[in-house]
């Protein structure tokens, strides 16, 4: 069987891209059995060739109207697969779909009938609201960081903004490197309406990183490489925190106007 990839240079070097984070999500802890969820916006390198590929299943409803993902192809990882498998083989652990005329169903293209995430309606609202903003990101990512999911069991991590202050505080390349901060939604059920809703909203009040309270994160970036990173410099930021209170003492943290230098130098977000 041929992949889809053969012969496409630039779409497999974004899937070989969801392949190495995806082993990085397990090596790091943070994607337990089939934890966690990618999906990327592939369409600025779907060809003709692969416009007139059939379906290999489906239609399937989304399950919602997402009007502005017409013509939309998106790479997801599959339902119920593991991120260590899919780090090395992501088109038996993933898809490519194509969202259909009209934005309430998809089909899957390529390799394998691999059905998506279960997340998929969120992830897409998520991409169709990216798309409606005119925003540049691509890719979206759900992981479960075990430092910063620990966090989020005090109400004092919890108030907007309290963990992102003492976070970037930690060392200044958290705020050069994820310059919006992290964003917090209380607890709702996974999979749910409302936290696909809540999760949307708090991406909208300008971060790029959101934080499910006892849950993880989700995350948006140019590409997932790029989404991956916001979270990994969030966490080693919550490791650095963790080791100063195992030491025996609570960490000073840089200064507000040694952060708001940084900001100016730098030409930060916030
Ligand atoms: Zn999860």
Not at 57 to 66: E, S
Not at 193 to 198: G, M
Not at 211 to 216: A, F, N, Q, S
């Amino acid at each position: 069987m041929t992949s889809i990839l053969e012969n496409r240079p630039l779409l497999k070097a974004e899937i070989d891209k969801v392949a190495e984070v995806a082993g990085y999500l397990w090596q790091k802890g943070w994607a337990e059995r089939n934890g966690g969820n990618i999906t990327i916006n592939i369409t600025e390198w779907v060809d003709d060739g692969m416009r007139t590929l059939p379906a290999i299943d489906g239609p399937r409803p989304i399950g919602k109207k997402l009007p502005h993902l017409e013509g939309c192809w998106f790479y997801c990882k599959g339902t119920g697969k593991r991120m260590r498998d899919l780090a090395r083989d992501p088109m038996a652990n993933g898809s490519v779909i194509r969202i259909l005329e009209g934005c309430t169903h998809y089909e899957i293209v390529a390799d394998q009938p691999v059905l998506p995430t279960s997340e998929l309606p969120s992830h897409l609202a998520v991409h169709d609201d990216l798309l409606a903003k005119g925003s540049p990101y691509r890719a979206s990512l759900h992981t479960h960081p075990i430092e910063l999911v620990a966090m989020t069991h005090s109400r004092k991590w919890m108030e907007k903004d309290v963990a992102t202050r003492m976070l970037w505080s930690m060392i200044p390349e958290t705020k050069a490197f994820c310059p919006r901060g992290l964003g917090m939604v209380p607890y709702m059920l996974p999979s749910s309406v409302e936290l696909a809703d809540a999760t949307i909203r708090t991406l909208d009040d300008d971060y790029d990183v959101v934080m499910w309270e006892k849950h993880g994160v989700f995350a948006v970036d140019t590409d997932v490489m790029s989404a991956f990173d916001q979270v990994d410099v969030l966490n080693k930021a919550a490791l650095i925190y963790l080791a100063a209170r195992g030491m025996g003492f609570e960490p000073e943290g840089m200064s507000d106007a040694q952060m708001q230098e940084l900001s100016d130098a730098f030409g930060l977000a916030k």
